[in-house]
């Protein structure tokens, strides 16, 4: 049974960071493409970061881009997201998830198969 832990969240000022870390089990971990979701409340869940197999691609949405980064260490089973310079609009509940097995990128949160439960991140004014 292939499970996603989200660990990191947590309340910050405007201009601060967080480091969100997701531990995948039961699943080959570098068979699987890994993105980084994110939903406010009252909107809909939008792809903010994704990382291919390898690590060697990365892609970010248009709103965080030069402030997060993803990165993935295959040995240990997790993916990352390095959130720098955060603002009050980057406050939601974010989820890791991965597309079925060999999957490409994809920004489209129906073309993931498995999802972790949520990491509450708040940015403070």
């Known amino acids: 049974q292939v499970q996603l832990v989200e660990s990191g969240g947590g309340l910050v000022q405007s201009g601060g960071s967080l480091r969100l870390s997701c531990t995948g089990s039961?699943?080959?971990?570098?068979?699987?493409?890994m993105g980084w979701f994110r939903q406010a409340p009252g909107k809909e869940r939008g792809g903010v970061s994704c990382?291919?197999?390898?690590?060697?691609?990365?892609y970010n949405a248009d709103s965080v881009k030069g402030r997060f980064t993803i990165s993935r260490d295959n040995a240990k089973n997790t993916v990352y997201l390095q959130m720098d310079s955060l603002k009050p609009e980057d406050t939601a509940m974010y989820y890791c998830?991965?597309?079925?097995?060999?999957?490409?990128?994809?920004?489209?949160?129906?073309?993931?198969?498995?999802w972790g439960q949520g990491t509450q991140v708040t940015v403070s004014s």
């Open positions: 039961g699943l080959t971990f570098d068979d699987y493409t």
């Open positions: 998830a991965a597309p079925p097995r060999y999957a490409s990128f994809s920004w489209a949160p129906a073309d993931f198969r498995y």
């Open positions: 990382i291919t197999r390898t690590g060697a691609g990365q």
